[in-house]
């Protein structure tokens, strides 16, 4: 699910999921504060669109400089891990919460 706004580094951008009209599949305008997403991609494909424009996001609030073949593997390697461990997100398996070690 595409979130219709989302929080990254203090202000507040709109997510849009609308054609981009392009061969595009998704873009970040740090200035307007929005991030656009194209709707004919599978949903995998979205979510993982959509967490590379929150890396732009961040590369831009940041002034990281990072190199776009650098975000792209940065979009690969933690869209991996986030699919791959949903126990991590799973709220009733926190082991914080639980008493457990950080």
Known sequence: MIPPTLK???RVYTV???PMGD???G???NCRQ???ID???HPETQASVLLHEVIEAINASM???LKHDTIMALEVALYGVLVSNPAWWDE????TEKGGSQ
């Open 8 to 10: 990254i580094c203090d």
């Open 16 to 18: 849009t999921v609308q």
């Open 23 to 25: 061969d595009a599949t």
């Open 27 to 29: 873009a970040c305008c």
């Open 34 to 36: 929005d991030i656009t």
């Open 39 to 41: 709707p004919d991609q």
């Open 63 to 65: 002034y990281l400089e």
């Open 92 to 95: 009733g398996n926190n082991e």
